[in-house]
């Protein structure tokens, strides 16, 4: 991951760096966003932090800072300021990062920024589709809706979130099993998910044996925990699910918000 930071405290800077040395990542830094807008079209960059100082203009900012990388980046305010947070959050920022960024709040912005260029990866990965079918929407056709979601919540503040429930033991029970049977069981899991979901959530395919549900129209941010909860305990008992299995059947599930990639929900639901 390539990490830009702009931030006139030199000694903030620095610390961040170190930090980010130490995780793995070289960072490059400028006190000006006019030097940043210089470099980013030159050098394209995965994360930038950057302190809006002096508070004025946060969309044309934000979209400046954009349209000069010419790539889907995260972008992540630094501010002592709290007051500015929902501003720039509505002017298309991803995330809030309270100064001085504590070394745990930098791990959790990176990580962030990581899952959701992944997952723009993954999704957007023309070679590997899968069709539509049973109420079950084309990943590539699921890939024009998340794409479409996080615009809104860039443009909006409008936050979306997307549930991901998958087969983790996949690959071992194919390799015991063989992979009919895997993929008859894959199968058995989207017909439940597109039995048991609402009629305005969003069923995709998006790899082998993983499933997303896309979550529109969200008011409150307990509405998406609450379904999430929802699938967990009606899927609770795989062994059940997949009572003719000659080997456990483990699901995972990962709640991911949009914009700021935060994984909100990890769980693991695992037969005997």
Excluded: W
């Excluded at 029970?173 to 009919?180: D, K, M, P, T, V």
């Amino acid at each position: 991951m390539k990490v830009m930071i702009i931030d006139s405290d030199e000694a903030h800077v620095r610390q961040l760096q170190k930090r980010l040395s130490a995780m793995g990542y070289d960072a490059v830094s400028f006190s000006h966003r006019e030097e940043a807008l210089a470099s980013l079209s030159e050098s394209r960059v995965d994360l930038i932090l950057f302190d809006p100082a002096p508070l004025a203009m946060p969309k044309q900012i934000v979209a400046a800072l954009k349209d000069a990388n010419l790539k889907s980046c995260y972008v992540a305010v630094m501010s002592t300021n709290e007051d500015i947070e929902s501003v720039y959050l509505e002017s298309g920022a991803h995330f809030f990062l309270s100064k001085p960024v504590s070394e745990s709040a930098l791990e959790g912005v990176v990580l962030n920024a990581t899952n959701l260029g992944s997952l723009r990866q993954k999704l957007s990965d023309t070679k590997k589709d899968f069709p539509s079918g049973g109420g079950i929407l084309a990943k590539s056709a699921y890939n024009e809706l998340f794409i479409s979601s996080i615009d809104r919540a860039e443009r909006r503040g409008e936050k979306t979130y997307t549930l991901f429930i998958s087969i983790s033991n996949f690959k071992s029970i194919s390799a015991e099993l063989g992979a009919y049977k895997a993929n008859e069981i894959s199968a058995q899991l989207a017909h439940e998910l597109s039995t048991i979901r609402r009629q305005s959530d969003i069923l995709s395919q998006t790899d082998v044996a993983e499933y997303a549900i896309l979550f529109f129209g969200v008011e409150d941010s307990t509405e998406p925990k609450e379904a999430t909860a929802r699938f967990v305990a009606q899927l609770s008992d795989p062994a059940s699910l997949f009572g003719d299995s000659e080997i456990p059947v483990d699901l995972a599930f990962d709640l991911i918000e949009l914009p700021t990639g935060l994984c909100c929900i990890s769980e693991t639901s695992v037969s005997n």
